[in-house]
C-alpha cells in the first residue's frame, strides 16, 4: 500500500474514531489524520497478533482494524494528558 492510501485511511479512520469518541481532542484536518494513521499501525499490530488480520488495503475489514486502533489511541492519549 502506498504512502497515499495510508493517508486516506487515516483520514477516514480518524474521521470516524473522532465521531464515535467524540470529546474536545483539538487539532484538525492534519491531527485526525495522524491520528488515524497511527490508529492503522496500532490496529494493524493489534490485529495481526490476534489473527483478525493487519491493515494493508482501503476495504472495510482494513477501515474496522484502523477505526479500533485510532480509538485505542485516542483513550490512552486522552488517559496521558
Do not use: C, E, Q
Amino acid at each position: 500500500m502506498g504512502w497515499l492510501s495510508w493517508i486516506v485511511l487515516g483520514l477516514i479512520s480518524g474521521v470516524i474514531a473522532k465521531f464515535l469518541l467524540p470529546g474536545h481532542d483539538g487539532g484538525g484536518l492534519i491531527w485526525t489524520t495522524v491520528v488515524g494513521i497511527i490508529g492503522a499501525f496500532i490496529g494493524g499490530y493489534v490485529g495481526t497478533r490476534i489473527g483478525w488480520g493487519d491493515a494493508n488495503a482501503l476495504d472495510l475489514r482494513s477501515i474496522g482494524i484502523s477505526v479500533l486502533g485510532a480509538i485505542i489511541f485516542l483513550v490512552l492519549l486522552r488517559i496521558a494528558t
